[in-house]
């Protein structure tokens, strides 16, 4: 298969992946009593609703050519946290199912790749299944790290003393995207290490979910 086709595959993979992340995000915030993303046009499919240029496209097509993890994110879901039924806990929800999405995504493509075979057949439905696993798996765990405004910093506002929530809600509105930004920018070896283990180890429990054993 050509490189051109390689990167088409990956940007969809992308797109797709970051597109169901933010739509969960949205819809379970409308179940939760908020339907700021659903006034805000969130609760669609439409890529141009959601696709940040940088996070969602340029970010991860260079990871991808760099050979590193691919993660990136799209333009957060505007969620007002005064609706939300639960209050921290019912935000940490709406945090979670983004990242419980790209787990979903990624364990059914596994489950498909290996039950039908095409997993290491080497064929296109290979690559697909594959770019499927790991690049889900990357957003997964890169939006999972509790950093404003990444969705692991809600999880962890939830259980957090107050003093802390203070913290980390003056961090989001004074530079939380920043400190993401130089993360990614100054630490990405570090970070791809980190991210790769978590994702070997994620894999690895596919694999025992299976009875199979990587190779």
Do not use: C
């Not at 979670?96 to 364990?107: E, K, S, V």
């Not at 404003?148 to 980390?168: E, K, T």
């Amino acid at each position: 298969m050509t490189q051109v086709w390689s990167v088409l595959i990956v940007l969809v993979v992308i797109l797709g992946s970051v597109i169901l992340h933010e739509l969960m995000h949205g819809l379970v915030a409308y179940w939760l009593g908020d339907n700021t993303a659903k006034d805000s046009g969130r609760l669609t499919l439409n890529p141009l609703k959601h696709i940040d240029p940088f996070m969602s496209v340029l970010l991860p097509l260079l990871l991808y050519v760099a050979g590193g993890p691919v993660f990136g994110g799209a333009k957060p879901v505007p969620v007002n946290h005064y609706r939300l039924k639960g209050g921290p806990w019912g935000m940490a929800l709406v945090a979670i199912a983004g990242p419980l999405t790209n787990f979903l995504i990624a364990l059914i493509s596994f489950l498909v790749g290996y039950y039908t075979g095409w997993l290491m057949s080497g064929g296109i439905a290979d690559e697909i299944l594959t770019n499927l696993i790991v690049i889900n798996l990357g957003f997964m765990v890169f939006n999972l790290l509790p950093i404003p405004p990444l969705d692991g910093s809600r999880v962890l506002y939830a259980i957090a003393p107050d003093g802390v929530r203070a913290g980390m809600e003056r961090l989001e509105r004074t530079g939380g995207m920043m400190l993401v930004l130089v993360l990614v920018v100054f630490f990405s070896t570090a970070l791809s290490k980190i991210m790769s283990g978590a994702i070997l180890m994620i894999l690895q429990f596919f694999y025992f979910l299976v009875g199979g054993q990587m190779l």
